[in-house]
């Protein structure tokens, strides 16, 4: 199974994957993961710092690299959870086209909706434990406003296709798993009888 993540910062995304990778023991990628990790071992890493301290999406060019290098590793071979990815019209359009060519299209994807106001809080109680350079008000204001630009509509993108689902977010990650573990083994039952 493919699976994608949207939502906006902090509405859990990461946790919701992990959860879920245990449930369907496929492996979780997730865009703002990996660049973390290449952000001093690489000079594309150092480049990209610049764009997400500041808040801003970094260029396509190098996160469809990162993904796809990611995507011909075997472990991928079985499906995965994107989280955080894709991000932009042009990022989901080109991992239609890489997924066609693999022919393994994708199953459901997933929008954690949530309060603003409530993520905002959150993201600043993560900024106290995890520091996340990019958890200041400032830049959280500022990733909020690029994913209502860039990210948002991807949810209409996914909508035509038949693909979204919508679960609330605000409760506890136990509840919002179950309602995502719902919606996957929905989605599942069609995959598997639509696959014969
Ligand atoms: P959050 O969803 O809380 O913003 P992420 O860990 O998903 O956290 O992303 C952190 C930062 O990494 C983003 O603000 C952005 O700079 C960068 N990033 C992550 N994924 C992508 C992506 N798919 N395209 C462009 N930039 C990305």
């Known amino acids: 199974m493919l699976i994608v993540f949207i939502g906006p910062p902090g509405a859990g995304k990461g946790t919701a994957s992990r959860k879920l990778l245990d449930y369907l023991q496929i492996p979780h990628l997730s865009t703002g993961e990996l660049l973390r990790a290449a952000k001093q071992s690489s000079p594309l890493g150092r480049l990209a710092a610049q764009y997400m301290d500041r808040g801003q999406?970094?260029?396509?060019?190098?996160?469809?690299?990162?993904?796809?290098?990611?995507l011909d590793k075997p472990a991928f071979s079985r499906g995965c959870m994107f989280d955080g990815f894709p991000r932009t019209i042009q990022q989901a359009k080109s991992l239609d086209d890489s997924l066609r060519q693999r022919g393994t299209p994708l199953s459901i994807v997933i929008e954690l909706k949530a309060d603003e106001a409530e993520l905002i809080t959150r993201m600043l109680r993560r900024a106290a434990t995890e520091k996340r350079v990019d958890d200041t008000p400032e830049t959280i204001g500022r990733r909020m406003e690029v994913y209502h630009r860039q990210t948002s509509p991807l949810l209409d993108y996914y909508r035509k296709q038949g693909l979204l689902v919508s679960v609330d977010a605000m409760g506890s990650p136990d509840d919002v798993f179950e309602l995502i573990r719902a919606a996957v083994d929905k989605k599942k039952v069609t995959v598997e009888s639509a696959a014969g």
């Open 57 to 70: 999406l970094v260029p396509d060019p190098i996160v469809l690299s990162m993904v796809g290098e990611e």
